[in-house]
């Protein structure tokens, strides 16, 4: 992988890879762990049992924050691309992931029944949208959307 630099204007870090392959590999990571929060909530059933497992939470949640930092990675090129709040998505990370024992179960599990789903389905149209336009700058990281 390519060397990291930080970028002055935004905070941001940039790499000296094909901007295109990451993306559309953070996309097919993103897929991956909707679906594993998907297949994890169907396990613990209900959100009682959630409550009852630390294994269940850990379980669930380490899959919601991977998804928020994967939303980290492309974040630019996530809001130049579809309007969404990836923000909180984003946040919903840095909660997981520096206040975890402070882990609001109730909001985690609604996250996880409806967050996690609409999120599956941008990134699934982001996939379909690429694939029509391969030849195009649709991956590039300063493409913007055309509406």
């Given at each position: 992988m390519g060397?990291?630099?930080?970028?002055?204007?935004?905070?941001?870090w940039?790499?000296?890879?094909?901007?295109?392959?990451?993306v559309?590999?953070t996309?097919?990571?993103m897929?991956r762990?909707?679906?594993?929060?998907?297949?994890?909530?169907?396990?613990?059933?209900?959100?009682?049992n959630?409550?009852d497992?630390?294994t269940y939470?850990?379980a669930?949640?380490?899959?919601?924050?991977?998804?928020?930092?994967?939303?980290?990675?492309?974040?630019?090129?996530l809001?130049?691309?579809?309007?969404y709040?990836?923000s909180?998505v984003?946040?919903m990370?840095?909660?997981?992931?520096?206040?975890?024992?402070?882990?609001?179960?109730e909001?985690?599990w609604k996250v996880?029944e409806?967050?996690?789903?609409?999120?599956?389905?941008?990134?699934?149209?982001?996939?379909?949208?690429?694939?029509?336009?391969?030849?195009e700058?649709?991956?590039?990281?300063?493409?913007?959307?055309?509406?």
């Amino acid at each position: 992988m390519g060397m990291r630099s930080r970028s002055e204007s935004k905070g941001r870090w940039s790499m000296s890879v094909d901007n295109r392959t990451v993306v559309d590999d953070t996309l097919d990571l993103m897929i991956r762990y909707c679906n594993d929060v998907a297949y994890i909530r169907h396990q613990i059933g209900t959100i009682e049992n959630l409550y009852d497992s630390i294994t269940y939470q850990y379980a669930l949640a380490g899959a919601v924050q991977q998804i928020g930092e994967c939303t980290r990675q492309i974040d630019i090129w996530l809001e130049n691309h579809y309007d969404y709040n990836w923000s909180k998505v984003i946040g919903m990370r840095n909660i997981l992931s520096h206040r975890y024992h402070k882990l609001d179960k109730e909001l985690l599990w609604k996250v996880a029944e409806n967050r996690v789903p609409e999120v599956l389905g941008i990134v699934l149209d982001l996939k379909e949208k690429a694939a029509l336009y391969p030849d195009e700058d649709f991956l590039n990281i300063g493409s913007k959307r055309s509406d």
